[in-house]
């Protein structure tokens, strides 16, 4: 999606509050997908002051949004890295690498 945005438009999207938008708005077509062949993911980003309007398809999905979820993965690992998290709780810790992992597998990403 930050690709295709890229190439559109040529504005780079890099805020944190704008990826976390267009993330929910990946979510939100992941759910419609599961159900219908289509949908529109249609947004305004405020970091960038840029309208996005996007039809796709289920197979255009995992390459639209693979690199958003791509995205926020890593900013929580440099977050994580960052903070020097030594003393986490297992449970919470593993509890978001399933779903973190879960979104890799649905994404088809080779990240590790």
Do not use: W
Request: hydrophobic share 45%; charged share 25%.
């Amino acid at each position: 999606m930050l690709q295709r945005i890229f190439t559109k438009t040529g504005v780079l999207v890099t805020d944190t509050r704008d990826t976390t938008i267009l993330r929910r708005c990946c979510e939100e077509a992941k759910s419609k997908l599961s159900r219908i062949p289509r949908t529109t993911i249609q947004t305004f980003l405020p970091g960038v002051h840029l309208e996005i309007e996007e039809d796709i398809s289920r197979p255009d999905f995992e390459v639209l949004c693979g690199d958003l979820f791509r995205s926020i993965a890593d900013e929580v690992f440099i977050t994580m890295l960052n903070a020097n998290v030594r003393n986490v709780s297992i449970l919470l810790l593993l509890s978001q690498l399933i779903y973190f992992f879960k979104l890799i597998k649905f994404s088809n990403l080779k990240y590790f």
